[in-house]
Structure formats: C-alpha cells, structure tokens
DNA sequence: TCAAAAGTGTTCCGAATACACCCATGC
DNA sequence: GCATGGGTGTATTCGGAACACTTTTGA
C-alpha cells in the first residue's frame, strides 16, 4: 500500500510533495514565578477549533524560518519579552493531535518572572493570563499532555542543572531561592543544609547590601555568579536535597 | 511582509496550504555494544545527495504515520530488529538542513547488542555496518550533530537512569556491567566500589550460575531485575561514580 | 606456578541529616 | 516583648574514594 521510502529524493522515487505535507507548530510552556508560586502563562483562543478553550503560547512556524527565531517571535508577539532562556524538550507528532491537518508541534519551556510580564491579548487570542500550577483549566488540543511533560523536564532538570537566574530578580535572598526550589520541586528543604548546599557550590556571590523594611531581620543579598553559572549548566551537576 | 500568524485556521486567514509544507523524517542513532567498544549504526547511501555518504538509519516519515511507529518501520527495513529501546531526544530544524526542502528530523536513539544484529543493506543503502564511536567517518546532512547531541543525551542519562538492560545478555556479570558503563562514560571506576554501589541500589539479582570456560576464577552471573529497573527509570536516580 | 579476573574488607574523609540555638527588625 | 524570618554551629551518620587483600579458574 505504502510506497517505498523516498528518503533520498531521487527522480526515480515518488513524488517530494507527497511528503511535504506537514505543517511544524511550536508550544511553549511558559513558566512564572511569583511569591513562592509556579504558574504557566496561558492565551485564551477566540476562534475555532477550541473557542473559548485556554491554550498554551504557540503558533506555526513559517516555512522559511526556524523553531528558535519562531520562539522568539511567538513570545515577544504574545507577551513582549525577548533574550529569554527558552529550551526545546520535547517532539508532539499523534496523528489526530490537530483536527485541521498533519501538525507537529515541538515543545518548548522557559522562565520568566511573573510579575515582569504585562499580559497583551494579541489579534487572535480573548485574553491571557497566568494560571497557579495547581489549578490549570481544561487545554485545547493536547495541550494538557504537553504542559504535563513540560513541567515534568523542569522537575528533572532542576535536580542537575542551575535554574534560578531567569526566575528571581538579579539580587535576592538565599531564603527566596530555597522557596523556588520547594515550589518548582513541592518539597521542603532544611535551611541550614540548604543554604550550606548552595555556598558550597560558588554560585552565588554575597553583596554588601540587606533587605529593607522586613519585620524582621533583613537578609543579605547575593548575585548568581554568571560565570559559574554557565559553567555548571554546560557541564551539568548534581543537585541532591 | 509574513502575513499573520494563522494558528487558528480561521477562513478568514491566510491559506492553509501554505503552512503544511513541510517534510518530517527521524533519524535514529543506533547505539551498539560489543566487548568493551561502544558503537554506532550507519548506512552508505547509494544516491544524491550526499551519495556515497554514511549517514544515520532514518527516513521520512509518512503523513500518515507518527514518529513511533515509523521508528518501529524504519529500524525494522533496515535491521530486522523490533520492540527495541527507542527514544526522541531532539528535533533539528535548521532552514537548510536538506538541500531538497524543508524538512525537519527528529532524533531518536536506541539501544542494541551490536552482535544481534545482522546488517541487510536494503534497496537505496549501498552498505551498512557498525562503527566505533571513536573513528566515524564523514556523515551525510547534519547528522554529526546529530550524532553527537545523541552522545551527549545518553551520557547525560546514564547518570540518572537505568541503562544497560538492553546493551547486556540477559544474564551478565557484574564485570561486563562495569566495562559498559566505562565505555559508556569514557571513565573508569573502582572495582569493589562499583559492585557495591550496584548491589545496593537492588537493580540486580544473582542467579545461582556462574561462567564457564573462562581462565580465570568464574564470576557469579546476575539478571536485571525488571521491576524494579522500570521503577527506576521512571522514577529517575542519581547514578553518582 | 602463574596470569587474570572475581570478589571482600577496611580505613578515611567529606557531605548529607537533623537538630538546637542566636540575631535583627517592625509592631 | 514577641513574632518573624535570617543566620550559625554541631553531633551523627552515611556513602564515596582509595587501596590491600584473598579466591578460583585455565594454561
């Protein structure tokens, strides 16, 4: 039934176009962080299929650009950030995952600060806005599989890389990086060990400057040493707690 | 100049057609083990492009199909091997990867004993065999990068999965488990530490056997313990050495 | 008897764990 | 003063690293 594999596109085999038939969508799950709460940013769909459903931040790519410059300008389009950490993580390709056509969609995370983002309804979406991980809506087309998966690569990738830089403000406190780790991982960490942990690594460097107006004692502030910073996410390491 | 985004498929926005113009295919890096040397599948292609190339098993996938049960076909035609360890890594969609359109490949990899393996060159492959991940050749397309973020991926989860049960007879020693993950990792580890960490993580069990014909003293033959193997790979571990 | 790999035990040390406790600030 | 979260010190325990040693086989 199936033709041979034209995998060669040579003149003898069948037709190219019979292949060239895909359309290539990106969805990305973009996370936020906010006073110790992990949320997705969602666009609610004004049109067909899947009015009124809750959608993650996605598009198709055009035929003569790449995922990455596509992801740039999917997320500057719908929420006006740019430069931000994006990463690939997964491929979604069921048959019947579009009810329009043949639509592969790869999946995208990244990690923002939730109050940095100024939510702008574009042309085709009614609205948009940030959903707590714990209560998320119904997804439109397999959106719910997607975000599943996302949140599950964050979930490991926090246990052997650096995540922090993009979620907290460039100077804060080793208590709030313990609280974005227990919201990303719902675990409780002891705050001795923890804070021994994470001097132990260099990763953060100490500044001359404390919290103000706090009801209780300031915290010191640090900065995420950028250089070790890159350094252990290339190279990976172990983050056990 | 790009007309808007038509996510949606309304009739009011631009073409659908336009849109579904891509081709899909996987490329799948084929690892192999044999006595000590990690190694990799490739094929010679009898045709342009790129004709007289090695390249990676892969194919487009029909529009029909989805990616897994491609793989299934592609590794079936080209190596007789089914119900095998597959999975996606990453997807590369560079504008120019093909010279013949757009297509975009997923990455998979699998997992094989090279020795159970027979290589049939079939119809547009002019040869096929294994080779030694330290001396590859010139690869077709962009599949050194491919090849070489497949590497990376497996090192990366050999740390913190399980692997091994598809590399190992069913029945092995706790040597030959050592000599793969050195080859794996490039690295080598302490005997007796090896074994006991092994031993205490319960992911194997001995078996009242033990090696024949071996001149030196015969080692005690294991088996994986397949619960708790799949317990393990979904769970995640740290795999410390 | 020797080579070769299997297999065991022991010491050392650093890091994870589980605490108790003190400090600075606003109210 | 007291509630609140910041910050430190310590005793214990566990696991990784290093290494010496014994065992069993074929040749």
Redesign the pocket.
Known sequence: MKKPSTYFFTEESSSLNEFLSFGLSLDCVVFGYHEGEVQVLLVERSVEPYKGSWALVGDLVHPESDLASSANRILENLTGLSGIFMEQFHTFDAVDRHPLGRVVTVGYYSLVQSKHYHPVASAWAKSTRWFSISELPELAFDHKEILDKGIQTLKRRVRYRPVGFELLPSKF????LQSLYEALLSEKF????F???IL?MDLVTPLNE?QE????????LYAFDERRYNLLRKEGFAF??
Chains 1, 2 share one sequence.
């Open positions: 406190t080793l208590g709030q002891d705050k001795p060990n804070r021994k942990k132990r404390y107006n706090v009801s209780h004692r300031p915290a010191k056990e707690l």
